[in-house]
C-alpha cells in the first residue's frame, strides 16, 4: 500500500519488501539453522564440553570485532554490494564449519559466520535509514529485527528436517542455500542516491572525528543501548538454567522457550507503529521494565506454569523492542559517514550482548543464579531510566537530518 511522507512524495513498502527484507528472513533461517548443531559439530571433531560452548560464542566475537570494518566496507561499496558480499562470506564460513578437519578451522568458519552477520546487519540498517522516509522508519526497521526473527526460529525446524537426510551435515547446506538465495535477491536492491560535492569529500569525517563530535550521543543513549544488549542477551541464557534448577525436563524447557520466542515474533510491527506516531521513548522503556520486572520475578517462580507466564512476559518485553536499537541508532547517525556511525553504535549493543552472559555467569559463581537473575533485571531497570531521560519524546527531535 502507497502511503505519503510529510514532504508529499509517495513512498510503498510493497517496492522494497522483497529486496529489503527477503534477504532478512533468509540470513534468519541460514542462521536459525545451524545453531543448534555448532556444540554438535565441534564435539566431534573433539572438544571438551567447555570448548564446544565457547565455539558458539565465536559468532558473537567475529560481530563484534567486525562492526567497524564493517562500516567501512559499506561506506566503500555501498549497501546493496556489502549485503552480497557478506551472502558470499557466509556462504564459505558454512562450507569451511561443514568441511573442518579440526577445531581451529571450524572455530575460524563460526567466527567467519559472525563477520558476515556483522556486515550485512550494518548495511542492511543503513539501507532501510536512508530508503524510509522518517516517519515510517520504526515500522521499517522493527520489521527488519521482526523477520530475521522469524527467521531465526524457523530455521532450526528446517535444519532438522535436513538432518534426518544429511545428518549434521544437512543442518550447514540448509545455511548455505539460504545465505545464496539471499545474496540473490540483494542484487535486485535498487541503488541508492548518494549526493555529495568535491568539498565534501574533502572534509570528510572519520572515525575519530566520529567520535568525538558525536561523543554526548554515545556517552548517553550509547551506553543505554549497551545496557539493552546485555538484558536481551542474558535471558537467552537465563531462561534454561532456571528451568534446569526448577527441575523441569528438556522438553518442557525446549516448549517454554519456544512459545515465549513465538510471543517475541508478533508484535514487531504495532510497536514501529507507536514509534513512528509516538516516539521512540513509547516503547523502548517500557520494552526494558516490562523485560526487567520479568527477570526481578523470575526467582520467585516455583514450577512450569509460573515460569511460562514470565517467559511470555520476557518474550512480550522484547519483541516491542525489535528494533529499537536500530531505529535510534538511524535517528542519530549523521548524513555523511552513516555507516561508520552505525558501525560504533553497533559495537556498543554487540559489546552489552557479549558483556552481559558474561557478568551473569560471574555473579552466579559468587553468588547464586538468582542474585545474577535479579541483576540482570536490576541492570534493564537501569537501562529504561536512561533511555526514558535520554530519548527525546518526539521522533524528528533526534534526527539530524
Known sequence: MARVSQDGAAFSFKKIAIPAFGPSILFGIGEGAILPVIVLSARDLGASVAVAALMVTLIGVGSLLSNIPASILTDKYGERWAI???AGLSMLAMLLCLLAPNLWFYGLGVLMIGAASAVFNLARQKYLTEAVPLEFRARALSTLGGVMRIG????????????????????????????????????????LVHESSGEEELAAPTLRSILMDHRKIFLTIGIGVLLVGAVRASRQA???????????SPSTTSLIYGLSGAIDMLVFYPAGKVMDRRGRAWVAVPSML????????????????????????????NGIGSGVVMTLGADYSPARRRAQFLGIWRFLADL??????????????VASLGIGVAATGVIGLAAA???????????RAASPQ
Open 290 to 317: 516490562i523485560m526487567s520486572i520479568s527477570l526481578l520475578l523470575m526467582p520467585l517462580t516455583a514450577g512450569a506454569v509460573t515460569l511460562l507466564l514470565v517467559a511470555l512476559l520476557i518474550g512480550f518485553g
Open 352 to 365: 552489552g550482548s557479549f558483556s552481559g552472559p558474561a557478568l551473569l555467569s560471574g555473579i552466579t559463581a
Open 238 to 248: 537465563v531462561l534454561p538454567l532456571w528451568a534446569e534448577g526448577l527441575g523441569l
Open 385 to 395: 531510566a536512561m533511555l526514558w531521560y535520554w530519548i527525546p519524546r518526539s521522533p
Open 152 to 191: 531465526v526460529f524457523i530455521g532450526p525446524f528446517i535444519g532438522a528436517l535436513a538432518i534426518n537426510f544429511f545428518h549434521l551435515a544437512g543442518a550447514y547446506w540448509v545455511g548455505v542455500v539460504a545465505v545464496i538465495i539471499a545474496g540473490l535477491i540483494a542484487l535486485s536492491m535498487p541503488d
Open 84 to 86: 552480497v558480499g557478506a
